[in-house]
């Protein structure tokens, strides 16, 4: 079993940054992909960042040069950083965790999830 945890999430005002964190323990894999996704009231669960094993990167095109994903000291924590969010970033964010050597952006290529983590961004 893979128990995957999000820590970090808050209220912040719209221009100002905050960092995600989620670390992954249980069942390890030799090599895994780590993603984060988010999903706001009445959405589908979207696409945020993704980091491969090897450190290949994948962002969607909202959070490009604004949010960079990046490996802890220890592989299996990965930290999002979130920098001049808006209020449309509003979302429960979840990290996502799979056996893989690619960088899935799909969330039906993930088979473990944390429970999520709020953030709110206000004016």
């Known amino acids: 079993q893979v128990q995957v945890v999000e820590s970090g999430g808050g209220l912040v005002q719209a221009g100002a940054s905050l960092t995600l964190s989620c670390a992954t323990s249980?069942?390890?894999?030799?090599?895994?992909?780590m993603g984060w996704f988010r999903q706001a009231p009445g959405k589908e669960r979207e696409f945020v960042a993704a980091?491969?094993?090897?450190?290949?990167?994948a962002y969607a095109d909202s959070v490009k040069g604004r949010f960079t994903i990046s490996r802890g000291n220890a592989k299996n924590r990965v930290n999002l950083q979130m920098n001049s969010l808006k209020l449309e970033d509003t979302a429960i964010y979840y990290c996502?965790?799979?056996?893989?050597?690619?960088?899935?952006?799909?969330?039906?290529?993930?088979?473990?999830w944390g429970q999520g983590t709020q953030v709110t961004v206000s004016s």
């Open positions: 980091i491969s094993w090897s450190d290949n990167f």
């Open positions: 996502a965790v799979e056996r893989t050597r690619l960088v899935p952006t799909n969330p039906e290529d993930y088979d473990y």
């Open positions: 249980g069942r390890t894999f030799s090599y895994y992909a």
